[in-house]
């Protein structure tokens, strides 16, 4: 077996050697060198504007230059070296040299660099990151009413965002879950398009209610971005029956009116009495059974048909008319609180009299006239005199 030579092992462990301490100060140099020009790295979006700042601690009075991606000198201390007015001086001093690019673009991502022209020239590297905004949220799919109990399927998309959005549905104030997503890349771009499907089981009492595709984005506010549409829903009409008063009196007009909330509105209402033909005198109109001049003949229970195209309800009201001197119980109730409060004032002055009546007695109290002629004073002024005298026996 051969082993290498002491000359030869001795002059490998010297190269060794010499490489581990140049890396040393290498790092040593890099970490603590107060000449070495620190970077930071940056995110803008499209449109914006970015800020690169470039900084050595100390300065031998040697410039400061940035370069961009392509390696072109954009400023060399406070002088501009390539004509693009979207790039121009923040600040340049002995230590610093910072330029802001505006108007920012998908191809101004990169790296830039900033150098240091000494000997040796010290660099240093900053990324920009751009991100493409993502454009506003579409909705699909509210294009026709859903009849109650079926379903329907919305797609919401938005294009042209970096790195890829997030698309987010609520319902009110909601999130909805359960919504698929899917990001296509575009051809000879950076940026993409992504659209989110969600599918919902309706019933009426989801008409109206705000359907929300938000956007979600390192480069947006939450909740900023966003599209709402109402959802509608067709369904079959609830009939309910008002009368015209609570107190149908006989001899008096007198009306019903038929309320069918459905969607869309009854175009068709049907008037009929149960288990009888409709009075004579009882007159359709549209929604409304009409009563020229009640009688209790017209005593009853009335049905009213309404049908919108989608489905048909009844609804139903027992008539009952009542004497002409007839009052309703809100009057009765009006005179009945009336009698009372007069009962009870009545109640307090008979108790205020009666006090009044034993206070007197008890205290003996007597007012008594003089005769004509007893005060002089009084008679100078034309009247007679008049004499109070107070007996107070306990």
Not at 59 to 68: A, F, I, K, M
Not at 150 to 173: F, I, Q
Not at 228 to 253: A, C, F, T
Request: proline letters at 6%; hydrophobic letters at 35%; glycine letters at 8%.
């Amino acid at each position: 077996m051969a082993f290498p030579s002491a000359p030869s092992t001795l002059w490998s462990v010297s190269l060794l050697t010499l490489l581990f301490a140049a890396a040393v100060h290498s790092n040593i140099t890099e970490e603590d060198d107060p000449m070495q020009p620190v970077t930071n790295d940056e995110m803008v979006s499209v449109g914006g504007t970015v800020t690169l700042t470039c900084r050595v601690a100390e300065s031998d009075n040697s410039s400061l230059q940035w370069s961009n991606t392509a390696q072109q000198t954009l400023y060399f201390g406070e002088k501009r070296a390539l004509r693009d007015n979207r790039i121009q001086l923040h600040f340049s001093s002995a230590t610093e040299l910072s330029i802001d690019i505006g108007e920012v673009q998908l191809s101004d991502e990169g790296e830039y660099t900033c150098s240091l022209f000494t000997m040796p020239v010290r660099t240093a590297r900053a990324t920009v990151t751009v991100l493409g905004v993502p454009g506003r949220p579409q909705i699909s799919g509210f294009e026709n009413a859903v009849p109650e109990g079926g379903t329907v399927t919305l797609t919401c998309t938005s294009t042209g965002s970096k790195p890829a959005a997030s698309l987010h549905w609520y319902r009110g104030d909601q999130e909805l879950k359960g919504h698929t997503e899917l990001v296509e890349s575009v051809p000879d771009e950076v940026t993409s398009n992504v659209s989110s499907k969600l599918t919902l089981e309706v019933s009426r009492g989801d008409d109206n209610d705000i359907i929300t595709c938000a956007v979600d984005h390192p480069s947006l506010t939450p909740g900023v971005m966003k599209t709402q549409m109402p959802l509608r829903v067709l369904y079959s009409p609830d009939v309910q029956i008002l009368p015209e008063s609570n107190l149908p009196r006989e001899g008096e007009k007198f009306y019903l009116q038929c309320l069918g909330n459905g969607n869309p509105e009854p175009a068709e209402y049907k008037w009929d009495k149960k288990d009888e033909v409709l009075p004579p005198q009882a007159k359709v109109d549209g929604a409304y059974l009409r009563f020229e001049s009640l009688n209790k003949s017209d005593n009853g229970v009335y049905l009213c048909y309404a049908d919108n195209g989608i489905g048909n309800s009844q609804g139903e009201y027992t008539l009952l008319v009542q004497d002409p001197t007839a009052m309703s119980t809100s009057s009765g109730v009006d005179h009945a609180v009336i009698g009372g409060v007069v009962a009870v004032i009545v109640f307090i002055l008979l108790c205020l009299l009666i006090v009044l009546g034993r206070y007197l007695i008890r205290h003996k109290v007597f007012v008594m006239a003089y005769k004509p002629g007893h005060d002089r004073m009084a008679a100078r002024q034309g009247f007679e005199p008049v004499s109070v005298f107070v007996s107070n026996c306990d």
